[in-house]
């Protein structure tokens, strides 16, 4: 926490003195620096602050990145939906680096992602406190309990998912997606607590799937043991050991081109 804390304060002092930017608020910090309480006029004091970017920092970062390593995992796995992601990242992108612009244009990688989570949901379990008497699959539950919801294996449950222990991605293609339980597939929660840094979390898992199949193949190391393991987020137990290899394309800011197949660092 010690760490942590001077981290985080360290950035509000920063920026308290740098002030606002000319233009306004640049990102998350600056706009809850600017913010002001509508009834009060008061800003939020820094332990307030202090909590707010370790709330995003904690819950944005992990979950995203979690994903990330499985999505790699899975595709190093079904080399049929690699290849059909390459095409879609070569047909749209060429040589260049993807904006949010392109996205729209690449609808697999982010059935791929959307995938990735519903088999491996990197918050596995959400909790609730019940605030009155009900019954839930035959069970007395009395007020004030604690229950989890889990997500896990909703996500692959039979009642909703054809062949739910199959990764793909076509779960997710339009068509398959009607008719749905629009809870089959929550990896982000339902109701008002429904994760604020959804989109966010999309557009950006999206856009590094672009770039990074763009530049590179990714094979799992066969000897390394793959075993999730369920703590706050579903994490590799004994993380993910995998090689990248460079694809064909040119090397941005180089002009060089890269050599298929060899291993990059
Ligand atoms: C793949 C990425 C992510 C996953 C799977 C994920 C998942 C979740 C889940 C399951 C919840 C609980 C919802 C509930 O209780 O019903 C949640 C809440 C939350 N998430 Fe995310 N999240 C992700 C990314 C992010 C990012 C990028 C941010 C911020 C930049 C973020 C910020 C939050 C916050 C602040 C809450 C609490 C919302 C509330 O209680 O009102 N998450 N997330």
Redesign the pocket.
């Known amino acids: 926490m010690e760490g942590l804390d001077e981290m985080m304060y360290g950035l509000i002092e920063e920026r308290r003195a740098a002030g606002t930017p000319e233009g306004g608020a640049k990102d998350l910090l600056d706009m809850l620096l600017a913010a002001r309480d509508e009834e009060t006029g008061e800003g939020m004091d820094d332990r307030e602050l202090r909590d707010e970017i370790v ?2 920092f904690a ?2 970062h992990e ?2 990145a979690v ?1 990330l390593s499985w999505a790699f995992y899975l595709l190093s796995q079904h080399r049929e939906v690699l290849r059909r992601a390459q095409e879609e990242v070569d047909r749209e992108l060429g040589d260049r680096m993807p904006t949010v612009e392109d996205l729209r244009r690449m609808p697999y990688l982010l059935q791929i992602f959307e995938e990735a ?1 519903r088999l491996y ?3 596995p379990i ?1 909790p609730r406190l019940t605030l009155r008497d009900t019954v839930l699959g035959g069970h007395h539950v009395p007020k004030g309990s604690r229950v989890l919801v889990n ?1 896990f294996n909703i996500h692959r449950h039979p009642r909703h998912w054809a062949d739910p222990e199959r990764f793909e991605p076509d779960h997710f293609a339009a068509a398959e997606r009607k008719g749905r339980h629009r809870f089959a597939h929550m ?12 989109h ?2 999309l557009m ?2 999206h856009l590094l799937l672009a770039t990074l199949i763009r530049r590179y193949d990714f094979r799992h190391v066969p000897s390394h043991r793959v075993v999730n393991h369920a703590t706050i987020t579903l994490r590799p137990k004994y993380g993910m050991v995998m090689t990248l290899h460079e694809r064909r394309h040119a090397v941005p800011g180089t002009g060089a081109p890269a050599a298929a197949g060899a291993p990059a660092d």
């Open positions: 709330t995003t819950a944005g979950t995203t994903t989570l949901p990197s918050a959400v997500l990896p982000f929660g339902a109701g008002p607590h429904l994760c604020i840094g959804k966010f979390a950006e898992a």
